[in-house]
């Protein structure tokens, strides 16, 4: 009697041409189909097993959370009414660009939970093993520095409330390099708690954005209640009309704000699958992220303008800085609790958004020598010598004008990846081709010289007109190329939409000759 074959249980994953594929398409590599150890492979960079891919809808939304509530983000309402839009205007521009970027994190965010791969290998399709590390060390470079700013605003912030609760002694400590040395203690404290955090590893990130999402989104709503109990209302601040209206003049400042805006979490929507990997499936990523990025900026902008027109009606004048605003109050208990909120907020953010991503690009740049918790520390270094504090102290040259523009050469790579992924390989890839030398994605020599010509169009059209006003930046006020200056406040748009056009037509006339890629 011949032999039957009986069914697979429909629970087990399916092998494939080395990888093994879940029923709900999540994909991890056969045993032994990806080297221990090698150029291009550690422990760090390897393909989450399907078993610890956890993160739920609840632990995503809590990152989001965890990292909108922080101090820029607070002032991001601030400087749009500064332009002379009214609440209502400055809202709606916020709430439009967060759906605007969610569109890229969740196209990015894909392939985490389905491959389990960090930014850096994803970026290995497109960009060849070793090309990958060109978008890599950008991102890594905009990161370590971000995470120095972030660090020493947060010190500061420590430093003011300490101020407010220990005297006028503190403040008045013998200066070092210019600063006060409380200053100093201060960030250098806050710096080595950030990094003892991350040491431990991706699942205490999450445990510990689970818990400081919830606590800040009270400590908002407590300076909420503060500021509305003082105020007796939220001052005139909701009623005055806007300077632009809703004519031209509005339109003129609302593209170039919605950039703006969008560039506040581009870096992220090219990172993304540095979280994502942790994903216990697709479901899991889309309504975390759609649950958490929008909406939070947007409730968080709306209580920032609630919360700053009460300070208008109580102190004369509106006071955008949280940090500020908490040190006003006369109770001891109110500025401890204002510390640790602004403390857990900093961290939140600064860790997840500044230190995760160039941890892994730089673990990506050498596997054998650097790993997570070493590519952590390398940025922890790094984010001290560029000297944050200097960076802060000028930011037309330095934040408005380095980071514009290495935001726009960001989103061209944000364009290739999405390119690639979405629209050449239809999200199929071979995920032990991604670590093997000599295998499907190696190019010439490690490079996909389309993808660097997509990337050097791209930026160049992206950041290439960027201009300076006169005397505040290294730029001349009619741009590098002049006939490209339009294009400067749109970098990031631009960059992607014109990196994802030339790749997938190079692409794409590549795989008419020889096949289609995958």
Request: hydrophobic share 50%.
């Amino acid at each position: 009697m011949p032999a039957t074959s009986s069914p697979m249980p429909p629970d087990l994953p399916i092998a494939t041409a080395g990888q093994l594929t879940a029923p709900d398409g999540r994909v991890e590599p056969a045993p032994g189909a990806i080297a221990p150890h090698g150029r291009y492979v550690n422990d760090d960079l390897r393909p989450v097993p399907l078993a610890e891919r956890r993160w739920t809808t609840y632990n995503f939304t809590a990152l989001w959370v965890g990292m909108a509530h922080n101090i820029p983000s607070w002032t991001l309402a601030s400087g749009l009414v500064a332009l002379g839009m009214d609440w209502l205007q400055a809202v709606l521009t916020i709430a439009l660009a967060n759906l605007v970027v969610l569109v890229p994190m969740l196209l990015t965010g894909h392939a985490g939970p389905k491959y389990g791969i960090p930014f850096p290998v994803l970026a290995r399709a497109s960009f060849g093993l070793r090309g990958a590390n060109l978008p890599a060390l950008v991102r890594a470079a905009v990161a370590c520095c971000w995470f120095g700013i972030q660090t020493w605003i947060g010190g500061q912030g420590i430093y003011i409330l300490l101020g407010k609760i220990f005297g006028g002694g503190w403040a008045k400590a013998a200066p070092i390099g210019g600063y006060p040395w409380t200053l100093w203690l201060c960030f250098l404290v806050f710096w080595a708690v950030e990094l003892a955090i991350i040491h431990r590893g991706m699942e205490t990130l999450r445990r510990f954005e689970n818990w400081a999402a919830p606590f800040v989104l009270v400590g908002a709503l407590v300076l909420l209640g503060w500021m509305a109990a003082k105020a007796g209302g939220f001052g005139p601040l909701l009623d005055q009309p806007s300077a632009l209206g809703w004519g031209h003049d509005f339109w003129k400042v609302f593209f170039p704000s919605l950039m703006g805006m969008i560039g506040f979490w581009a870096t992220l929507s090219l990172n993304i699958p540095d979280f994502t990997r942790f994903g216990a499936g697709q479901r899991a990523q889309v309504w975390g992220q759609s649950l958490g990025l929008p909406t939070t900026m947007t409730a968080f902008a709306l209580l920032s303008v609630l919360v700053t027109s009460g300070s208008q009606a109580v102190y004369g004048a509106p006071i955008w800085d949280p940090v500020t605003l908490a040190g006003k109050s006369d109770s001891v208990f109110g500025l401890l609790f204002a510390l640790v909120t602004v403390l857990i907020a900093t961290i939140s953010v600064n860790i997840a958004a500044n230190v995760v991503s160039p941890a892994y690009d730089l673990a990506h740049l050498a596997p054998k020598f650097i790993d997570f918790r070493r590519g952590a520390l390398i940025t922890g270094v790094v984010g001290v010598i560029i000297m944050p504090w200097k960076l802060t102290a000028t930011p037309e040259l330095y934040i408005f004008t380095w980071l514009g523009v290495v935001g726009g050469l960001l989103g061209t790579v944000a364009g290739i990846l999405i390119a690639d992924y979405w629209l050449i390989r239809r999200t199929v890839l071979d995920l032990a081709g991604l670590y093997r030398p000599g295998g499907r994605y190696w190019y010439a020599a490690g490079w996909n010289w389309r993808a660097v010509l997509a990337f050097a169009v791209g930026g160049l059209v992206a950041v290439g007109g960027s201009y300076s006003q006169p005397g505040k930046g290294p730029f001349p006020a009619d741009g590098l190329i002049p006939f490209l200056q339009p294009l400067a406040d749109y970098g990031w748009a631009v960059g992607l939409g014109t990196a994802l056009s030339l790749y997938t037509l190079l692409m794409g006339t590549a795989s008419g000759r020889g096949g289609r890629a995958v």
